[in-house]
């Protein structure tokens, strides 16, 4: 009944903007260029009930979402400096650069690996990361990344307060997220400038938006030296139009109908061309495509520029 | 006044929060239990283990003054399990001169005596359930001298009386019988066939009863020369019989028969049952079946009527046959024979929201195979793997959905494993003379099919972990 009565305020509070906006009156507002488009919106909030059902139509987005995790951690921690600040040579941890693995006996590639992971876990003990969650809907990856032992604190940020209301009541089930989690109905623009985070994450939210420029520059703006700001998001060509729409929505029913746009899809080739206009600053240290398969669930498929692909970024010192 | 009070219980209605909870201090809960403090991921996670019996101090006495004979309650561990044990660094804390590792396997079966030998180094490990309990509680007090501000709680002489849902959280409260209660983001059942936690999580568990008992003991060949230690089974129709080495002659059994047997196999003088016991490593169905009923009936007779079949039998036998029979054994260890029901059965899901099922709680089987406590070892290594891996990817691992990798990994395998031991049970209680047949001409066939029989030994052994 409650939850009723505060849904048609919020639509009547929702035609009442839109009607400002209408009449004129955006010459005074400065109309919020990295806001998700309105029909966007309306799609979210109707997931906004079922966000946390892991058996109903989100399983893939919290399966998809250990995927994301993998590649968070693998970025940030294959790129730490483990031997940053140690001069004795026999103090430092062999790192070969090549493919042990493959090469050694089981026994040394096994020793050298214990040894890297031991000094991996050293180093992440004084990792105390910031995080920005753009685009956070229900808190899926908000919540993992503040579980992380290297995460200080995570802000989760969407448009949609119907997603933000599910997140604020998933995130008080885990004692553990009280300190560590705070989410915000606000779009990334109105974030004040001098913040600034260690990590900021955009996972699926380039395909819902008009102007997808405009928002990967700002959240690059955000980025503290040494950060990471990380993107999936879904190449525009067939493979994807077949996966993500076509047996997606339609034939598999695994997401809702409408849940993506084609003409809204960015090619991989295309979101590092644009990165790389900022070169001097900013660097595309990672990337890798990952694919769906019913059964089987989300794997990284090693083929560039085709479907689903995650992106790192990293600001220089 | 009585307002305090009600609001003093109510405060105290939950008066611990925990990580974990393991309920069942055997080895599957110990090694889970060491298994979580050992992991470089979650050992800072904070862990209570409930157990009812005495458990601590019974497995210090173990660990300080083992008892002079060897316990009945023995195992045949396999070397993934050993290896297991090793990577937990418990199993430095074994006591070594209790365990007997054997190579050889000879199996025969009791109408037609086909047989069908295995033999590898290190195929399996005989060894008291004590001593593994004792080597993982070792290992644990060593974990907590490591650990001193994050110790595992080991709360023994203590039962669960009660198990609730927290109502906002949905988080299990367990309710202890010293008044405490727990609260905990994730509840392990250690707990054995018939799990309390398994009860409460509401899973249907599968199966039937063999309507079959085990018996077992320790017992002591009679000197007679050496022999490479070797486990023997017999499989008579009424149920396999099998004879496990142990160190210096001793040996440990798990003869498996039905009710009526077991209660005259229980009810003989230890004389009597040595000598049965002979008869039905030897001697033919029709004559075990004739001995049975003296047995029954006229018990003071079953030594001398055994003693002389035994030796018309013996005197038939040359030098080659007699190594395709078990020694003959000469002594019990006083009061070592007991009996438990065995059963089929499985789970049909080892998780639930904030819940696992490890071990029996999970699955019992026949122990023909010797799979029982290996099976469990596999399941924790898995939900250590599982758990390990939720929680590097920020997930709640208490949820379903984190835990289901867990179930998806072991339920197939452990599916298969019981329906193959199920099978030989099944194939090996008939006595319809065509399928006596087949299966032993089956057998013969096999036992001279190397390669084969090497996959059949990589399987029970566990040589290669899927």
Not at chain 1, 14 to 37: E, G, R, V
Not at chain 1, 54 to 66: A, C, P, V, Y
Not at chain 1, 86 to 114: A, C, M, R, Y
Not at chain 1, 189 to 201: G, S
Request: hydrophobic fraction near 40%.
């Amino acid at each position: 009944m409650i939850r009723r009565q505060i849904y048609t305020t919020h639509k009547r509070l929702f035609h009442f903007s839109l009607k400002c906006f209408n009449s004129q009156t955006h010459a005074i507002a400065k109309p919020d260029l990295t806001a998700i488009n309105p029909s966007e919106k309306s799609h979210f909030k109707n997931l906004a009930a079922t966000w946390w059902d892991e058996t109903g139509s989100q399983r893939i987005l919290h399966k998809m979402n250990l995927l994301r995790m993998d590649f968070i951690n693998d970025v940030i921690k294959s790129r730490l400096s483990l031997n940053e600040a140690i001069t004795d040579p026999e103090q430092k941890v062999f790192i070969p650069g090549w493919n042990f693995q493959n090469i050694l006996p089981e026994e040394v590639s096994h020793e050298i690996q214990k040894e890297i992971d031991q000094a991996t876990r050293e180093k992440c003990g004084d990792l105390q990361l910031k995080c920005l969650d753009i685009g956070c809907g229900g808190g899926i990856l908000s919540e993992s990344l503040a579980r992380l032992s290297i995460v200080e604190s995570v802000k989760g940020i969407d448009m949609t307060p119907e997603v933000i209301q599910v997140a604020k009541l998933h995130k008080k089930l885990d004692p553990l997220l009280e300190d560590k989690l705070s989410y915000k109905v606000i779009s990334l623009e109105h974030i004040d400038e001098k913040e600034k985070y260690d990590v900021i994450t955009m996972m699926e939210l380039l395909e819902h938006v008009d102007y997808p420029a405009m928002i990967v520059k700002e959240a690059l703006s955000h980025l503290n030296p040494d950060g990471y700001l990380f993107i999936s998001t879904i190449n525009r060509d067939f493979v994807s139009w077949f996966t993500t729409i076509f047996m997606g929505e339609h034939v598999l029913n695994i997401v809702p109908v409408g849940t993506h746009t084609y003409g809204k899809y960015i090619k991989q080739r295309e979101l590092k061309e644009f990165v790389d206009e900022f070169q001097k600053d900013y660097r595309v240290v990672d990337s890798k495509n990952c694919g769906y398969f019913p059964t089987v669930g989300w794997f990284f498929t090693g083929i560039e520029n085709m479907g689903n692909y995650m992106m790192a970024i990293k600001r220089k010192e | 006044m009585l307002s305090r009070r009600f609001f003093a219980t109510a405060v105290k209605e939950v008066t611990h929060v925990s990580d974990v909870v393991i309920v069942g201090g055997g080895p599957a809960g110990l090694t889970m239990a060491a298994a979580i403090k050992s992991s470089h991921i979650l050992k800072d996670l904070q862990c209570t283990l409930v157990e009812s019996s005495d458990m601590c101090r019974s497995l210090q006495d173990y660990c300080d003054d083992p008892p002079e004979r060897i316990l009945n309650r023995c195992v045949s561990i396999t070397p993934a399990t050993v290896e297991h044990m090793k990577q937990l660094a418990a199993w430095k804390f074994v006591r070594p001169d209790r365990i007997q590792n054997y190579d050889y396997i000879r199996t025969y079966d009791g109408l037609t005596n086909a047989s069908m030998d295995f033999d590898s180094p290190n195929l399996a490990t005989m060894i008291e359930n004590s001593n593994i309990q004792s080597s993982l509680y070792q290992r644990i007090l060593e974990l907590n001298s490591e650990q001193p501000l994050n110790q595992l709680v080991l709360k023994d002489n203590t039962k669960v009386t009660g198990i609730t849902r927290d109502s906002k959280t949905n988080w299990p409260i367990v309710k202890l019988s010293n008044g405490d209660t727990i609260k905990t983001r994730l509840l392990i059942g250690c707990d054995g066939g018939r799990s309390p936690v398994r009860k409460f999580a509401g899973i249907e568990s599968r199966g039937w009863a063999y309507n079959t008992w085990g018996i077992v003991g320790t017992l002591k060949y009679k000197n007679t020369g050496f022999r490479s230690p070797t486990g023997w089974q017999r499989f008579l129709p009424t149920g396999p019989l099998a004879q496990l080495p142990l160190p210096d002659s001793w040996l440990s059994i798990v003869w498996s028969v039905p009710p009526e047997l077991a209660m005259i196999l229980m009810s003989l003088s230890d004389k009597s049952f040595i000598s049965i016991l002979n008869a039905a490593s030897r001697l033919s169905q029709d004559e075990l079946n004739y001995l049975y009923k003296i047995a029954r009936d006229e018990p003071e007779k079953l030594q001398d009527e055994v003693n002389w079949r035994l030796q018309v039998f013996n005197n038939k036998l040359t030098a080659d046959q007699e190594e395709k029979y078990p020694l003959e054994v000469d002594y019990i260890v006083p009061k070592s024979r007991g009996r438990f029901p065995l059963k089929l059965s499985h789970a049909d899901d080892y998780v639930d929201e904030r819940i696992a099922l490890v071990g029996d709680a999970a699955h019992t089987t026949h122990p023909l195979a010797g799979q029982g406590l290996n099976m469990g070892q596999a399941d924790i290594q898995s939900l250590v793997k599982t758990l390990e891996t939720a929680r590097e990817r920020g997930l709640d691992y208490g949820t379903k959905f984190a835990l289901e990798p867990y179930f998806s990994t072991r339920y197939p395998a452990n599916h298969v494993m019981l329906g193959v031991v199920d099978k030989i049970h099944k194939i090996y209680s008939a006595k319809f003379p065509p399928l006596v047949w087949a299966r032993s001409l089956g057998v013969n066939v096999l036992n001279n099919l190397p390669l084969l029989k090497d996959l059949i030994v990589g399987q029970v052994s566990h040589r290669k972990m899927p």
